[in-house]
């Protein structure tokens, strides 16, 4: 299908909307009524058509408009992508890997030319053509990573692979969950987990850590991770929290279901060839409540997962203050019908809302 | 003076240890105030023959106890960033074999074993112990300023102004815990300071 791009903001007058397919698409994170952490890996090969799962870089109606919020973000801070010295391979590996599967998967949207060394990218979305020599940056505008993320929905982390562990060593990262890759570059797989509760105690990392180290060239994993944000705000940095925190206490009854977006993070993770590194791309996709609701199932589904969530959880997530709020409204989607396993919204089979 | 037991916490943060004798072609000691005290408890003559000892006095009187203990070679300067000069260099001389011995508050054994990493030292031969004083040295994450020396919380940033909460997240690179702005979602309403260890 040709993808028509939205011209929208996610910042200021919050442009922003998903169209009906965007909707439908969306990747829900609860595949049943209740959420705790779990090492909930799978293989990230392929899902059904037209699902986020699809293609290995998944490119939606928000691609031009969220490049265009991550080229601000970084004019306003540059320290938002960074690469420690050794990394420069690791960004010739992630570049390679995102224009062959960019090519691959959107041929009509992006084509690669690769004539030996020299390499010719084409990105029809974004108006680029470039000519280039692989493995030479002064071939390119800026670093590879740099310069194919600038390209790339989601933000990516790039760890070495060292003494057992992964390490931060690189990253574009504007689209965060209210985390600093300049505060966490350098740290290894634990410490930048470190302020996660409950999870350490629960093995959780001990556990992914064992798998992520293991995953080989070719068998890439994803997993979905999940928090909430007022607004369709994709730059929850804490170097901005100061500017954009008072956000969250402009919800009311009348506004929470157009302001009061699910943030979820599609990650998945690539084994890098020539560097050893892991890739770690974290899309961010953004869906209002009201919009979550027209899906019957997952109106059910989010009353009872938010209801149910243990404190400590919608603490660190940054919403307990707001979750009686949430819960008033949810209430309104949930009649007690069961819900059918699984992420994917299924309207065409899941009873349609009781109401009365 | 008795050590203090900084409470368990986060994985991010460094755990300090206490100082034990180790082979070494050369011994190099890094020390602020207090952090003199863990120096004098295992010096020993062949020890003092080989070290090198660099101390940051931040106004204490230990330097003629150190002196006394005759190192090979010593130094006494004001603050870390006065001596920063010198402990890059020696560190840039220094030879297989150094063992590094960092004593003091956290904010000196953090950034001086960031150099010693930088100039190649393997961590395995760096060793830490607390003393003194508990302060922490914070970066505020909006300016990306730090504040030395910080025992409240919340604490005022000393580059922007903004009402900080200390955190426990430790980054070794900055040798800084991080700090957070507490009035973001209610501009204005800061709660007392206390200690941070109260």
Redesign the interface.
């Known amino acids: 299908m040709t993808i028509q791009f939205n011209d929208e903001t996610f910042r200021d007058d919050y442009s922003f909307r998903n169209s009906d397919w965007a909707i439908k698409r969306f990747p829900f994170p609860f595949h049943e009524d209740s959420y705790m952490y779990s090492v909930n890996m799978e293989q990230h090969r392929g899902g059904p058509e037209g699902s986020v799962y699809e293609k290995r870089f998944d490119v939606d109606e928000h691609y031009v408009s969220e490049m265009r919020d991550r080229a601000k973000v970084l004019d306003d801070d540059p320290?938002r992508c960074q690469s420690l010295p050794h990394m420069t391979l690791a960004g010739w590996d992630l570049l390679e890997l995102i224009m062959v599967s960019k090519s691959e998967d959107y041929p009509d949207l992006f084509e690669l030319h690769r004539d030996g060394d020299t390499w010719r990218w084409v990105n029809k979305p974004l108006g680029i053509d470039d000519t280039f020599t692989f493995l030479d940056e002064t071939t390119l505008p800026y670093g590879p990573m740099e310069y194919i993320t600038r390209q790339s929905q989601g933000d990516f982390a790039v760890l070495d692979q060292r003494e057992n562990n992964l390490w931060m060593d690189a990253g574009m990262i504007t689209t965060q969950a209210d985390w600093?890759l300049?505060?966490?570059?350098?740290?290894n797989f634990?410490?930048?987990?470190?302020?996660v509760p409950m999870a350490?105690e629960m093995g959780i990392f001990k556990r992914a850590l064992k798998f992520l180290l293991n995953i080989p060239q070719g068998a890439p994993a994803r997993r979905l991770n999940w928090t909430m944000t007022v607004n369709p705000l994709l730059d929850t940095s804490?170097?901005?929290?100061?500017?954009?925190?008072?956000q969250?206490?402009t919800l009311t009854p009348e506004n929470i279901g157009a302001k009061q977006h699910l943030r979820v993070e599609l990650q998945t993770f690539y084994r890098l060839p020539r560097s050893n590194a892991l890739a770690f791309p974290i899309r961010c996709y953004l869906c209002s409540f009201q919009d979550l609701m027209t899906m019957p199932k997952w109106g059910r589904r989010l009353h009872r997962v938010i209801k149910d969530l243990p404190d400590e959880l919608a603490t660190y997530k940054g919403f307990i203050?707001n979750r009686p709020m949430m819960l008033d409204y949810l209430a309104q989607f949930d009649d007690g019908l069961p819900t059918s396993p699984g992420i994917f919204p299924e309207p065409e089979t899941e009873p349609p809302l009781k109401t009365g | 003076m008795s050590k203090f037991e900084f409470p368990p916490s986060i994985k991010s943060r460094p755990v300090w240890g206490t100082f034990e004798e180790r082979k070494g072609s050369a011994f190099l000691f890094i020390a602020d105030a207090e952090g003199a005290d863990a120096i004098i408890d295992i010096a020993t003559p062949d020890l003092m023959a080989k070290a090198h000892i660099i101390f940051i006095n931040r106004g204490t009187d230990y330097a003629e106890k150190l002196r006394a203990l005759a190192p090979a070679q010593f130094y006494e300067g004001p603050s870390y960033d006065a001596a920063l000069s010198r402990i890059k260099r020696v560190l840039s001389d220094a030879k297989m074999g150094i063992q590094v011995y960092l004593s003091g508050t956290e904010s000196l054994m953090g950034q001086a074993a960031n150099e010693a990493t930088l100039a190649g030292v393997p961590l395995a031969s760096i060793q830490t112990e607390h003393r003194g004083s508990t302060a922490r040295r914070m970066q505020c994450v909006h300016c990306k300023g730090f504040t030395e020396d910080v025992e409240t919380d919340p604490f005022q940033c000393s580059h922007c102004g903004l009402n900080l909460f200390v955190r426990d997240h430790y980054s070794r690179r900055l040798a800084a815990y991080q700090a957070v702005c507490i009035d973001a979602e209610d501009p204005g309403n800061v709660p007392p300071s206390k200690g941070i260890y109260e």
């Open positions: 320290l600093s300049d505060f966490d570059i350098g740290m634990f410490e930048w987990h470190a302020p350490h804490p170097e901005n929290y100061h500017k954009w925190g008072i969250k206490t203050d």
